[in-house]
């Protein structure tokens, strides 16, 4: 089995910073891209960067220059750099990854138990 735990979301000022940090942990042969996604009340999961294994990454338009995605494979953690936060990035993020548990098995998509971060003076 495997579980993803995010930390690190709380309240922050408008224009502040946070990191929230995903670690993976289970059995785990290899993990491949990983991404964080929001859902803010009332509205749809969106997609907020994702990071290949390679390092590669994507953001959505909202957060470019502002959000850096990094990981650690050695440490099976993703993080989620967030500068210059704005009131609309309060949501619920939550930390997703594509993983094979095992040499021989398949690839699963996990996703962990969402840490809240709000923006608000």
């Known amino acids: 089995q495997v579980q993803l735990v995010e930390s690190g979301g709380g309240l922050v000022q408008p224009g502040g910073s946070l990191r929230v940090s995903c670690a993976a942990s289970g059995s785990i042969y290899r993990i491949y891209t990983m991404g964080w996604y929001r859902q803010a009340p009332g509205k749809q999961r969106e997609l907020v960067a994702g990071i290949t294994s390679d390092g590669i990454t994507n953001y959505a338009d909202s957060v470019k220059g502002r959000f850096i995605i990094s990981r650690d494979n050695a440490k099976n953690t993703v993080y989620l750099q967030m500068n210059s936060l704005k009131s609309e990035d309060t949501a619920v993020y939550y930390c997703?990854?594509?993983?094979?548990?095992?040499?021989?098995?398949?690839?699963?998509?996990?996703w962990g138990q969402g840490t809240q971060v709000t923006v608000s003076s």
């Open positions: 997703n990854g594509f993983v094979r548990a095992t040499a021989w098995g398949g690839i699963k998509d996990y």
